[in-house]
């Protein structure tokens, strides 16, 4: 069974702050890491797909970070606003049958 | 708009209906997945297709049906459901599978009464 975990589940933070939040998978087998952002009553958002271990992403405040040999990504926020309010999902996805399974999600409030 | 698109967006059925869920994408994608998602649970996987080939079936009851008739659509097919499969099921697509950014469809609220 392939667990893939987030904390913390939830979070709230004051506009301005910066955060992080934690994914842990599996390290064997590793294919590639995703990262979405999922806003109340949207889709989910591709922000990140990492494959190399060390790899860092950056998309604005956004950024990832990976580490496939110990099992972990960090996403990190700086600079928090409201519209940054939204449940954040990692995914991992293994070189053995390439599925992509998802953790429960860390959901992010920040308040003006 | 993510270039996947779902339908319908509710339904409500009796457990002795049949209905279908439709996706389609024209993203050019040769990969389609459907989840569910219930409360308080991640987004589970159900059925992977991998250029319209059926590549897996996550332990999912016969009630629940896939079909994949080209790469553009996906349809899942409901018979005889409980009301605990009562879930968003979303559809999703990627270019290849595991690899490359999921685009997701906005999912279909199912509630079965």
Redesign the interface.
């Known amino acids: 069974i392939l667990n ?1 975990e987030q904390s913390p589940q939830s979070l709230h933070v004051q506009e301005g702050d910066s955060t992080n939040f934690t994914c842990s998978f599996p390290s064997s087998n590793f ?2 890491l ?1 990262w ?1 952002r999922w806003e109340t009553a ?5 922000l990140f ?1 990492m ?1 190399l271990n060390g790899d860092e992403k950056k998309k604005g405040r956004i950024s990832a970070t990976l580490n496939t040999k110990e099992g972990y990504s960090y996403l990190y926020i700086k600079g928090s606003q409201p519209e940054d309010s939204a449940t954040y ?1 990692c ?1 991992f ?2 070189s053995n ?9 860390t959901t992010l409030q920040v308040k003006p | 708009e993510t270039g996947v698109t779902q339908t319908p967006r509710h339904l409500v059925m009796g457990m002795t209906n049949k209905k279908s869920l439709k996706c389609e994408q024209h993203l050019g994608h040769n990969a389609m997945y459907w989840y569910k998602q219930s409360a308080k649970k991640p987004l589970e996987l159900m059925f992977v297709y991998s250029l319209e080939e059926r590549v897996e079936n996550n332990s999912v009851p016969s009630r629940f049906s896939p079909e994949c008739p080209n790469s553009s659509h996906l349809f899942l097919h409901l018979h005889t459901l409980q009301p605990e499969d009562s879930a968003l099921y979303l559809c999703a697509s990627s270019q290849e599978r595991g690899l490359t950014e999921a685009f997701f469809g906005q999912g279909t609220r199912l509630t079965v009464v």
């Open positions: 893939v294919y590639a995703h979405y949207k889709s989910p958002e591709a797909v494959t999902l995914a996805s293994s049958t390439g599925k992509l399974i998802f953790g429960q999600g």
